[in-house]
């Protein structure tokens, strides 16, 4: 599976909107973007992923660039609770099985 | 909701057991992996199973085992426990075919140590 580098750190304002970009220069055609967050003990969970197109969801959306080469998670107004370890993966969509995890952003949002 | 069950969400273990680790899901998903996770090094995978009796090398099988007897069931063995092991380790499930199989869902973790 191809390589993602993210920030490693990044801060917002509660109700603010947050972009959290993610760098996937090597992406190929048939991986699939995806972002997982992790919240303070607890297991990641996903958040959302797509290939081509931009993606909404009820937690957050996915832009992407027209070339793939990065993408970028837009939570749109942060809370408190959304304070996490935000991970972005690529994985091929015809074979993969498995995740690989990166280091992530860690989100902070404050107050 | 997938539910991800792990037996313990703590544990401690003496250098020499032999330490189980148990996983459970409930929605008969084919796909069972596990990780562990340690600060500066993110999730590492260590191994998973597409099936029933099947199993497959992560990148860091070394000094586990894994037994996939039923299918909503996946153990993590660590046949002589050692304080390199102390972690903490994930469970995830998810479909093997299908736009979900997309979808990940992991259990809240189990926190070892081994002294």
């Known amino acids: 599976d191809a390589k993602t580098t993210q920030p490693n750190s990044m801060e917002s304002n509660e109700e603010e909107p947050v972009h959290l970009p993610c760098n996937h220069s090597t992406i190929s055609g048939t991986d699939y973007i995806h972002w997982y967050r992790q919240l303070p003990s607890q297991g990641p969970e996903y958040v959302i992923h797509?290939?081509?197109s931009n993606v909404n969801n009820r937690m957050a959306s996915l832009a992407i660039a027209e070339d793939r080469k990065s993408s970028t998670l837009i939570l749109h107004r942060a809370t408190l609770r959304d304070a996490a370890v935000y991970y972005c993966i690529l994985r091929d969509g015809y074979y993969g099985q498995n995740f690989v995890f990166g280091p992530g952003t860690r989100l902070s949002v404050l107050p | 909701d997938v539910k991800v069950t792990q037996s313990s969400r703590y544990l401690v273990k003496r250098t020499g057991e032999k330490v189980f680790l148990e996983c459970v899901q409930d929605?008969?998903?084919?796909?069972m992996f596990w990780y562990r996770q340690d600060p500066g090094l993110g999730l590492r995978l260590i191994y998973f199973s597409y099936d029933v009796k099947m199993k497959e090398k992560g990148d860091i099988p070394e000094g586990y085992s894994v037994s996939r007897e039923k299918k909503e069931r996946f153990s993590l063995i660590l046949e002589s426990a050692s304080t390199n092991q102390t972690s903490m380790y994930l469970c995830?499930?998810?479909?093997?075919?299908?736009?979900?199989?997309?979808?990940?869902?992991f259990g809240a973790g189990t926190r070892l140590s081994v002294l």
């Open positions: 929605m008969d998903h084919e796909n």
């Open positions: 995830a499930s998810s479909m093997r075919t299908g736009v979900a199989k997309n979808i990940q869902y």
């Open positions: 797509g290939l081509t």
